[in-house]
């Protein structure tokens, strides 16, 4: 069994990565974590981030 959160709620995926950055990915487009930032923030009531964000120093930014 398996649990997805975007099959529960309305979900948002930022990402660094110029690679990554307009696909989709399990159903969920993954948008520009630069660009998109200050709009996925002011829109969600939770943020889940990666352990990333604290060595890339972007934590800052939550």
């Known amino acids: 069994m398996s649990f997805?959160?975007?099959h529960s709620f309305d979900?948002?995926?930022l990402d660094l990565d110029p690679d990554n950055r307009g696909k989709t990915k399990y159903g969920v487009l993954i948008e520009d974590g630069?660009?998109?930032l200050d709009e996925v923030?002011?829109?969600a009531e939770v943020l889940?981030?990666?352990g990333s964000t604290v060595?890339?120093?972007t934590i800052v930014n939550f």
């Open 11 to 13: 979900v948002r995926v």
């Open 55 to 57: 060595v890339n120093g």
């Open 48 to 50: 889940l981030v990666t």
């Open 4 to 6: 997805s959160l975007r």
């Open 41 to 43: 923030i002011n829109w």
């Open 34 to 36: 630069e660009k998109d």
